[in-house]
């Protein structure tokens, strides 16, 4: 029985370019498959098994549905919009792995130089210095700031090492963006997300996203570095035990590096947001 | 030398790695194969009619097999790589080449299956997977046995480049190879090999680096 806070919550189920019309998309959502396809009148409907209709909204490129009573509207994420900047498709990645562990990962920076060694991180710049990370209650979201670090090649646009400034958001129960330093524009954040549809506890479908400020770069470039990055996570993701996300200590011992992460299960637990978490103390 | 390229294949990868091994520069051109599936298209395919990756373009000659072009590298920079020494050393070298293409259709079809949302009949893709690991496996514990490490002969061929990939990127596609003790030692030979370079799923040896010290207790 899955819970009315879970249920009650908006989940990304494809990429609006990819939705055709009847029979259009077999997909799951939490554990019950749903389709996804286009009316005649070009509409988006996102249905159950039963031909029971969810609640649809279209945002950031993608379809987002919410299988119960929406709580409240989809998060807002206005740099979707702002003129100038590239929005980036990087496609879907299955990972056999909690919907809640995906968004974890996205999280961290401690994994930087050992995962993607080279790119986001490099040995002997390992350590994470201390950075701030709240809660926003006006928004209900998870926010870290002020977050540091030395990166070999932050973006696909970056010459060299650069400190790189990051800003993190949880915006939904299975959605993250990153704000990080743009190497082409000073007074401006390139925008990274992850949008994780939850298929069951222990099976998700990745969205990367991206809306950047790169002219340059040829499009295929962009989605390659994306896509390295994420399939350097993905190996360690399928292989992270226990296959649930713990929400309560004392499984696993958090340094302060992780203070985003703690941050997350605390708003989970506090939610009742539990569908990919273990749901009693280890 | 230009390779039509996508960071996430193992075809790809294999070539990758033979020039990195070689110290062969390649210009790479990304291809938007996933999700933009650009090797299907017109353009691509009046380059290759088959509309699959790698191409690999060298003044007036297109390559679209990954094996065609280990041998191109491997005869332009390191003859040594081609292990062909004799007609019975020659031949066992081409038949990993041909077989690299049976873990191609088997572990590499499970991989896209399971990541990139091919379809796939997943069972029997993994059923033909592990039926060519237990063949190789077989031939390296034999090898091994003989007081060998590579695929053919006494050094590293374009035998083993051309079946590493598939093979140390099969738990992508749900296949362990926990199994297979003889694989595990051979990719670490790979792995240690100067210049060798990584991609998503095959990671460096950090377990190459110096040990850490041991407390006075150890």
Do not use: M
């Given at each position: 029985m899955i819970s009315p806070q879970v249920l009650n919550e908006w989940y990304p189920v494809g990429m609006i370019a990819q939705v055709g019309p009847w029979p259009g998309r077999l997909t799951g959502l939490l554990g019950a498959p749903v389709v996804i396809f286009t009316t005649g009148q070009g509409a988006i409907v996102v249905q159950s098994a039963r031909g029971v209709p969810l609640a649809v909204t279209l945002a950031y490129g993608h379809v987002w549905a919410c299988p119960g009573t929406p709580a409240h509207a989809l998060f807002a994420l206005p740099e979707a919009t702002q003129p100038g900047r590239r929005l980036v498709d990087c496609g879907v990645v299955r990972v056999k792995c909690s919907p809640l562990r995906a968004v974890e990962n996205f999280l961290d920076i401690a994994h930087f130089p050992f995962v993607h060694t080279d790119i986001l991180g490099a040995e002997p710049h390992t350590e994470v210095n201390r950075y701030e990370v709240q809660i926003r209650e006006e928004v209900d979201e998870v926010w870290a700031t002020k977050v540091h670090f030395y990166q070999p090649q932050a973006a696909k646009s970056a010459a060299g090492g650069i400190v790189t400034d990051y800003m993190y958001r949880?915006?939904?129960?299975?959605?993250?963006?990153?704000?990080?330093?743009?190497?082409?524009?000073?007074?401006?954040?390139?925008?990274?997300?992850?949008?994780?549809?939850?298929?069951t506890e222990e099976l998700c479908d990745v969205y990367p996203y991206m809306a950047l400020f790169d002219d340059v770069t040829p499009l295929a470039e962009l989605i390659h570095f994306q896509q390295m990055i994420f399939l350097q996570d993905r190996s360690i993701l399928e292989n992270q035990i226990p296959r649930l996300l713990p929400l309560d200590p004392g499984m696993e011992i958090p340094t302060q590096a992780d203070l985003t992460s703690v941050a997350y299960r605390r708003w989970l637990k506090r939610r009742g947001l539990t569908y990919g978490a273990q749901r009693v103390a280890a | 030398m230009i390779l039509h390229d996508y960071v996430l294949s193992a075809?790809?990868?294999?070539v990758r790695l033979l020039a990195a091994l070689l110290g062969v520069?390649?210009?790479?051109?990304?291809?938007?194969?996933?999700?933009?599936?650009?090797?299907?298209?017109?353009?691509?395919?009046?380059?290759?009619?088959?509309?699959?990756?790698?191409?690999?373009?060298?003044?007036?000659l297109v390559l679209t097999e990954s094996t065609a072009m280990l041998v191109y590298l491997a005869q332009m920079?390191?003859?040594?790589w081609l292990g062909a020494t004799d007609a019975t050393s020659a031949a066992r070298v081409q038949h990993w080449l041909a077989f690299s293409a049976r873990l191609n259709g088997s572990l590499g079809l499970a991989r896209l299956h399971d990541m990139l949302h091919f379809a796939a009949d997943i069972d029997s893709a993994r059923a033909a997977g592990h039926q060519c690991l237990r063949?190789?496996?077989a031939h390296l514990s034999e090898a091994r046995f003989a007081g060998r490490i590579f695929l053919e002969g006494d050094r590293p061929t374009i035998a083993d480049i051309a079946c590493f990939p598939n093979i140390a990127l099969a738990p992508d596609g749900g296949v362990e190879l926990n199994d297979y003790p003889s694989l595990r030692l051979w990719q670490r030979a790979i792995r240690s090999l100067p210049r060798f370079i990584e991609m998503p799923g095959i990671h460096r040896l950090h377990e190459l680096a110096p040990a850490p010290e041991r407390g006075t207790t150890a």
């Open positions: 949880v915006a939904a129960p299975t959605a993250a963006v990153l704000y990080k330093t743009c190497p082409n524009r000073t007074d401006e954040w390139d925008v990274i997300g992850i949008f994780v549809q939850p298929l | 075809s790809c990868y294999k520069r390649l210009e790479l051109v990304a291809v938007d194969f996933h999700p933009g599936r650009a090797h299907k298209s017109v353009v691509f395919r009046a380059l290759n009619p088959a509309g699959s990756l790698p191409v690999l373009v060298d003044g007036d920079a390191g003859p040594d063949e190789i496996e």
